[in-house]
């Protein structure tokens, strides 16, 4: 098949699955269940993983992946990503990555950057809601908090209508608690840096109860708060998820899939940090 001779140009093809990476994802996968009907066998979870990535890095509609690529149909790859997605298997690599991370002490917890982007939504469906900037079309929100560095801690999806300040909560409480070095694990930063969507006196007195300090803009007052010192690299993160052409625009009516999608493309972020950054490990 085509997928093997591509396997070496994985530089050149972002949705072939590298060894290193699969090693990863491989241990995480659900075992399938027994076929109950005589049929073509089952194509392989690496050949439809890079279906998904496929359709993820193009944009490309699930019914027109080129066979000749060994991906499977597109539908065999979208119930693939909805059954890995209901089994938690993104989660689990993000959690397996950051701790890579944490061992290597790579992890910037001395302050965290919220912030969030809207996309517009082809179709109505759960957590879609009228845009901000036209009432008559549906759109949705990426919220992604990430470390001092923008490596991305949690991400989550909403309805575009949705303000920004009533997912700063949340989003923290999404952050999962990471392991990798002797002692507790670890999921709260010092800081949380937002900008002026975030200003609101009882979020901060909330934020302060979980023992983080809040420094957020307030409205009101001229540009120049000092904050985009720091902010940047939550906007160089979003810069990136956008970058995969299927979360610029959500298609799917489907809330899970979409955000299957987002957690998918949060791991492929968080992944070339793991090689840059724990090479001794």
Same mark, same amino acid.
């Given at each position: 098949?085509?997928?093997?001779?591509?396997?070496?140009?994985?530089?050149?093809?972002?949705?072939?699955?590298?060894?290193?990476?699969?090693?990863?994802?491989?241990?995480?996968?659900?075992?399938?269940?027994?076929?109950?009907?005589?049929?073509? &066998?089952?194509?392989? +979870? #690496?050949?439809?993983?890079?279906?998904?990535?496929? !359709? @993820?890095?193009? /944009?490309?509609?699930?019914?027109?992946?080129?066979?000749?690529?060994?991906?499977?149909?597109?539908?065999?790859?979208?119930?693939?990503?909805?059954?890995?997605?209901?089994?938690?298997?993104?989660?689990?690599?993000?959690?397996?990555?950051?701790?890579?991370?944490?061992?290597?002490?790579?992890?910037?917890?001395?302050?965290?950057?919220?912030?969030?982007?809207?996309?517009?939504?082809?179709?109505?469906?759960?957590?879609?809601? &009228?845009?901000?900037? +036209? #009432?008559?079309?549906?759109?949705?929100?990426?919220? !992604? @908090?990430?470390? /001092?560095?923008?490596?991305?801690?949690?991400?989550?999806?909403?309805?575009?209508?949705?303000?920004?300040?009533?997912?700063?909560?949340?989003?923290?409480?999404?952050?999962?608690?990471?392991?990798?070095?002797?002692?507790?694990?670890?999921?709260?930063?010092?800081?949380?840096?937002?900008?002026?969507?975030?200003?609101?006196?009882?979020?901060?007195?909330?934020?302060?109860?979980?023992?983080?300090?809040?420094?957020?803009?307030?409205?009101?007052?001229?540009?120049?708060?000092?904050?985009?010192?720091?902010?940047? !690299?939550?906007?160089?993160?979003?810069?990136?998820?956008?970058?995969?052409?299927?979360?610029?625009?959500?298609?799917?009516?489907?809330?899970?899939?979409?955000?299957?999608?987002?957690?998918?493309?949060?791991?492929?972020?968080?992944?070339?940090?793991?090689?840059?950054?724990?090479?001794?490990?």
């Amino acid at each position: 098949m085509l997928v093997a001779l591509f396997v070496g140009k994985r530089n050149c093809r972002p949705w072939i699955v590298s060894d290193e990476l699969w090693s990863l994802i491989e241990p995480l996968l659900p075992v399938p269940g027994p076929k109950l009907v005589a049929g073509r &066998p089952r194509v392989p +979870d #690496r050949q439809a993983l890079c279906g998904i990535l496929f !359709v @993820l890095h193009t /944009g490309i509609q699930w019914e027109y992946p080129p066979q000749e690529l060994g991906f499977g149909s597109g539908m065999t790859c979208w119930r693939r990503l909805a059954a890995w997605n209901e089994a938690g298997v993104w989660d689990r690599l993000h959690v397996v990555l950051l701790q890579k991370l944490r061992a290597a002490k790579q992890l910037d917890w001395s302050r965290a950057v919220i912030d969030s982007t809207h996309v517009r939504a082809a179709r109505r469906g759960p957590r879609s809601g &009228p845009s901000p900037v +036209d #009432r008559a079309r549906p759109g949705s929100k990426h919220h !992604v @908090l990430v470390d /001092g560095q923008g490596i991305p801690l949690a991400v989550s999806l909403t309805g575009g209508n949705r303000s920004d300040v009533r997912q700063l909560l949340p989003l923290l409480a999404k952050v999962p608690s990471v392991a990798g070095l002797v002692g507790r694990r670890r999921r709260r930063p010092d800081v949380v840096l937002g900008d002026r969507g975030y200003d609101h006196d009882k979020y901060r007195r909330l934020v302060w109860a979980l023992g983080i300090k809040p420094v957020i803009a307030r409205r009101g007052t001229p540009h120049g708060s000092g904050l985009g010192v720091h902010r940047w !690299v939550v906007e160089r993160t979003i810069a990136w998820l956008h970058g995969f052409q299927r979360l610029r625009v959500r298609w799917e009516r489907r809330d899970d899939i979409h955000e299957a999608f987002l957690s998918l493309a949060t791991c492929l972020i968080t992944h070339p940090h793991v090689q840059r950054l724990c090479q001794d490990l």
